[in-house]
């Protein structure tokens, strides 16, 4: 019997939120500190991003308004700037992010695709969050390899541009940011236990919820515990998975119960 490809995939099944790749347009960019990622003290860079009409369905329910959130470290010492619109330094001197974080991976990913570089530097130097709004990329989930305190290696993922399609033509050209004070980090959240779903309020999955749980009472800290989640279901982690995982108080209250 011959079928043909549309058919086929009509039949296949997606558990939504999970899309190892995707083509999308960066609407929004800012720099922010998130409670929910390491209790409100790590400087990140937002993009939120729309989805081709192609992949959105693939998303399910973890789009907000048609738009997916990823987020990417700073490092050590960055903060928010001018609301969001810029990141600098706490120690008030010109540095380059550091190639290991969430923004070293971003900008060398994009760095490397033709074209980008001459958009982005036209638009204004990489601690305008801005500088992103309007491109177009291909976003895949890519494998990286990180060490624990105690020298064991583990892997993790990070969604990072693949391929670049060039700018949405309806977006404006940004302009440079005025350097301004550093915002404030944010206040600790309080967090409080969900005596249905066990755990902190995050919003994942029950069964993925299950699977870290089971992970984080076989894990003598938390620095086990992530490494056995992403080796374990790294494939299973969205944005808000990433955050749960790196969460230590996440780990400890999955451990208590």
Known sequence: MTVSDDIRNS?????????????????????????EYQSGEACLLELLVEPSEEDAPEFGDYLEDGLFSIIYTCGKGWEPADKGATAQHESGRARKFNSGSGMGLLLNSALELDGVEDVLMERGPATQADVWVGMKFRIEDKVFEGKNNDGEKFTYTRRLPTEFHGVDEGEEKPKPAAKKAPAKKAAPAKVEADTEDEGTSYDLPAKLRGLLKAIAVNADDHDAFMEAAFAQVADQLDSTGELAVADEDFYLTLKAG
């Not at 296949?12 to 922010?32: H, I, K, L, N, Y």
């Open 11 to 35: 039949y296949q099944t997606s558990d939504g939120g999970f899309v190892p790749e995707f083509d999308g347009t960066v609407r929004e960019a800012t720099f922010c500190f998130k409670n």
